[in-house]
């Protein structure tokens, strides 16, 4: 009895299998694109980036991917990694990202973000500089990754902004 049943499992899971799959809705994959780009963007990297975990940093890029700040660019997850290890990790900040806008077409999206860093300004709490990302982005074995990122330090207070060490 065991047998029979055990067959005409595997005769149905086989039927199953050969049906024609109805196509992924559209509509569907277009949300699940733009959900794991906002979680890399504003979750992960930030995450990655507060935390100083400079692997899971470098490992948001492509293994071709690219970041500049201030004039200063490098290259490849291991020279992104040296590149953000070398920032000063003094004063400590957060990082609050905001106001996403990307396009997504295919395996390829770009956009911008602004981002805060968020840290004691004298006795209290403040914004110590701000600015925003600007992005190519592209889906790597189903993974959206970081292409290129240019952060562009657009406010920085007045006390800082003579100072090397505003840092984004």
């Not at 992924?24 to 979680?39: G, W």
């Not at 492509?62 to 000063?88: H, M, N, W």
Request: net charge negative; with cysteine.
């Amino acid at each position: 009895m065991l047998q029979r049943i055990a067959t005409i499992a595997a005769v149905t899971a086989l039927a199953a299998a050969c049906q024609p799959q109805a196509a992924p809705d559209p509509n569907v994959a277009a949300l699940l694109d733009r959900q794991a780009i906002d979680q890399l963007i504003a979750g992960d990297y930030p995450h990655a980036l507060d935390t100083h975990n400079w692997d899971a940093y470098a490992d948001l890029f492509t293994a071709d991917g690219e970041l500049s700040l201030a004039g200063q660019s490098a290259r490849e997850r291991q020279g992104i990694k040296d590149f953000v290890g070398a920032l000063p990790t003094e004063p400590r900040v957060i990082h609050v990202i905001s106001n996403l806008s990307y396009t997504v077409k295919g395996d390829s999206a770009s956009g911008s973000a602004y981002w805060q860093d968020i840290g004691m300004v004298g006795s209290g709490v403040g914004v110590l500089v701000a600015g925003h990302y600007e992005d190519t982005l592209r889906k790597v074995d189903g993974t959206w990754k970081i292409a290129k990122r240019a952060i562009v330090i657009e406010f920085v207070p007045p006390a800082e902004a003579a100072s090397p060490a505003a840092t984004e």
